[in-house]
């Protein structure tokens, strides 16, 4: 039982507080918002708002972004892939971090299509018909570091890619040509992937990688016959693989102090000059498979870091005792954990075991006919 000084100042507050504020309302979904304004006449005075197109301006708050009809923005992600857009789409919300285009049927990129974005840090056009850009296309992306242009109808690459960029992927598409200065001003660029273009030697011009401190550059399924010149010197990966390259020669390597892994895989080389690997000291993977080799490469032995080779699928008829392995101890810093050498005409058996005293353990050799 309540005092009875309580109950009476009970019945005093609920005398003063309304009816309708006696428990919190709970909005669970649009009709209870909407039978909530038919009961009042609200609902028919929206109605007549909407007809007089005002009722958009003051239901909705003047700061709240709106999502491109089709597309899903959460999180500043903006997802407009695989809708048939055949263009950019407007109205893209201004703080946008990653904007995914790919899948569509996009023909050009225009002046004004990303005007605004310059929170953009991804941008994603893979799979598209692109085969103009305008060259103010990317000018107002001032933070965007990653641009995934690939199986698109490129012919060149992009003018005045944004400076901040890290990493640009334009592999699949029809560039012929590289121009001098084509990524002038990317500093920061890290990787570019570039393959699967009819690209031939000739289509490099002098100073076409000028300027680039590179750590991975893959140019393959490409049309060369040699390794290009003039790639950046801080190159850590160099991927040349699936072309018509015939020869490696003594300069082609030289400048490449840094690389620890090169891919030279299914080409047409049956040469490599002696003295070539000399020039990669830090090489720690060398894929060399599917190619026309009669012998393993001079050299192997003086790379004291190399880890694993592939030459599988070559023409070797023999492997010699010291092709792989030092003469001295303690001249490899590490051991091998993997040689490939099936698909070549030579029998395991006819191999000495010393050949292979540098290699970490007997499962890291790959004949493919031990079982025969």
């Known amino acids: 039982m309540l005092p009875q000084c309580s109950l009476l100042l009970l019945l005093c507050v609920a005398r003063l507080l309304p009816a309708s504020s006696a428990l919190p309302f709970e909005q669970k979904g649009f009709w209870d918002f909407a039978m909530d304004s038919m009961d009042s006449g609200g609902l028919m005075a929206m109605m007549r708002d909407e007809e007089e197109g005002s009722a958009v301006e003051e239901v909705l708050p003047p700061d709240v972004h709106m999502c491109p009809f089709g597309c899903q923005c959460r999180l500043r992600v903006v997802q407009c892939s695989d809708l048939g857009l055949t263009e950019v789409p407007k109205n893209i919300p201004s703080d946008t971090k990653f904007l995914d285009l790919q899948n569509n049927r996009i023909t050009e990129l225009t002046e004004n299509d990303f005007k605004g974005l310059t929170h953009l840090y991804g941008l994603?056009?893979?799979n598209n018909l692109i085969s103009k850009v305008h060259p103010r296309t990317f000018v107002p992306l001032k933070n965007m570091q990653k641009l995934y242009f690939s199986k698109n109808l490129l012919t060149t690459v992009?003018?005045?890619l944004p400076a901040s960029l890290v990493e640009i992927r334009i592999h699949e598409n029809r560039i012929k040509k590289v121009a001098a200065g084509a990524f002038a001003g990317l500093a920061k660029m890290n990787c570019i992937?570039?393959?699967a273009n009819p690209l031939q030697n000739s289509g490099f011009e002098p100073g076409a990688f000028k300027g680039l401190k590179l750590n991975y550059l893959r140019i393959s399924e490409a049309?060369?016959?040699?390794?290009?010149?003039?790639?950046?010197e801080s190159l850590n990966e160099l991927h040349l693989d699936h072309n018509e390259i015939q020869a490696i020669e003594l300069e082609d390597l030289s400048r490449y102090k840094n690389l620890y892994r090169l891919g030279l895989g299914f080409n047409h080389i049956r040469n490599i000059e002696n003295g070539s690997?000399?020039?990669?000291?830090?090489?720690?993977?060398l894929h060399l498979d599917n190619n026309r080799l009669s012998s393993v490469p001079r050299g192997l032995p003086d790379m004291k870091y190399l880890?694993?080779?592939?030459?599988h699928s070559n023409n070797i008829n023999q492997v010699g005792v010291n092709d792989f392995c030092p003469r001295g101890f303690?001249?490899?810093?590490?051991?091998?954990?993997g040689i490939s050498l099936f698909a070549n005409p030579i029998n395991y058996w006819e191999v000495q075991p010393a050949a292979f005293r540098c290699v970490s353990n007997r499962l890291a050799i790959q004949f493919g006919n031990y079982k025969k």
Do not use: A, H, I, W
């Open 124 to 126: 994603s056009l893979r």
């Open 158 to 160: 992009p003018k005045n």
């Open 193 to 195: 992937e570039m393959g």
């Open 223 to 232: 049309k060369l016959t040699g390794v290009p010149k003039d790639l950046p």
């Open 277 to 285: 690997l000399s020039y990669l000291p830090m090489l720690r993977e």
């Open 307 to 311: 880890q694993v080779v592939y030459l």
């Open 330 to 337: 303690g001249m490899k810093r590490t051991f091998y954990n």
